[in-house]
């Protein structure tokens, strides 16, 4: 029924009592989803950045985006950075939201067994998640857990401070926010922490041997292709934990040719697929055209090597064609 690693039913029963709380308290009437609340965890000290959802009105429920990567795929998301299918493989989240019963796992129901639970009504089920970039939202772990019934409980705390009348502390000049962490004495208090620097143009991930030589012996085509990052299809193999099947699609923006589509899992890089696809193509084009700001910077590194322009567009109309055709042969999201 449950793995080592999976929470006790004690961390369930204070996983669900925090999420009650959350949503009596309202805390969404206080913040918006663009006002973040960083959380130190006690034990490894890891911060999550909360974010609140209920302000609009939509979706109850609160994200947790654990250290850097997790800060960092937030930015992109508020920023629109991210294409549609970008998005689901880079949150780094801790998540509680309500739902409707037909989006609950075999083991949700298992857990409202145990605890007796009872739940009614669209949108009126809690459900937790555990989000790592490039795999499928999964339960979460017992550690996972206790972290996310933190973030939960601390969220209320600062919301009975501010509505209270108690004085939040002046955050300091720079990029801060307000925090909920435990002192010396091991008592929950309200201070500030800085956020983590975020990286703007990620390193070269390839083989700089490789990336000189084709530097060198491809010919120059006065070609222009349209490339994204495509989600194919959810994978789930006996005894690992279940990912996202993705491509780099490469489109040949005159013919609508595809020039490469491997289907590959979350270990591989975007640049890695680019060194591959013009290595079959046999050429280096002139220009390649994106419109995802994630996709502009993970390319940068590589198309400044190889001399070819980088540019973002509105819209790329052939890749959504050729798009449209694969996921209709593999059934992607």
Request: proline share 7%.
């Amino acid at each position: 029924m449950y793995s080592a690693s999976a929470p006790t039913l004690e961390e369930w029963r204070d996983l669900y009592q925090g999420s009650r709380s959350f949503l009596e308290r309202r805390p969404w009437d206080w913040l918006s989803d663009s006002q973040l609340i960083a959380v130190e965890e006690p034990d490894t000290k890891e911060v999550a950045y909360c974010c609140i959802l209920g302000a609009g009105g939509m979706q109850y429920g609160l994200l947790a985006y654990r250290g850097t990567t997790g800060i960092q795929s937030y930015a992109m998301l508020a920023n629109g950075a991210l294409d549609e299918d970008e998005a689901l493989l880079v949150a780094d989240c801790l998540n509680f939201y309500l739902g409707d019963r037909e989006m609950l796992l075999p083991e949700d129901r298992e857990v409202h067994k145990a605890l007796n639970l009872r739940f009614r009504g669209r949108g009126a089920w809690p459900i937790f998640r555990s989000n790592r970039p490039g795999f499928l939202p999964v339960l979460p772990t017992g550690q996972e857990a206790r972290f996310l019934s933190a973030c939960l409980e601390q969220t209320c705390a600062l919301i009975q401070e501010a509505s209270s009348g108690l004085p939040l502390p002046k955050l300091p000049s720079g990029s801060a926010l307000i925090a909920r962490r435990r002192n010396r004495n091991g008592n929950w208090e309200t201070t500030s922490l800085p956020l983590p620097p975020l990286s703007s143009t990620p390193p070269l991930e390839v083989d700089e041997l490789r990336l000189q030589r084709l530097r060198r012996e491809l010919p120059r085509a006065r070609q222009t292709w349209e490339a994204a990052v495509q989600v194919v299809a959810p994978i789930a193999e006996k005894g690992a934990a279940p990912y996202w099947a993705w491509l780099l699609m490469c489109v040949d923006q005159k013919t609508g040719f595809i020039l490469a589509a491997n289907v590959i899992g979350p270990e591989a890089t975007v640049q890695g697929q680019l060194l591959s696809t013009v290595e079959l193509a046999g050429l280096l084009p002139e220009e390649i055209r994106v419109t995802s700001g994630l996709l502009e910077s993970q390319l940068t590194p590589i198309a400044g090597v190889l001399g070819i322009k980088l540019r973002r567009a509105k819209r790329l109309r052939e890749l959504e064609r050729a798009s449209k055709s694969m996921k209709g042969a593999f059934g992607g999201p």
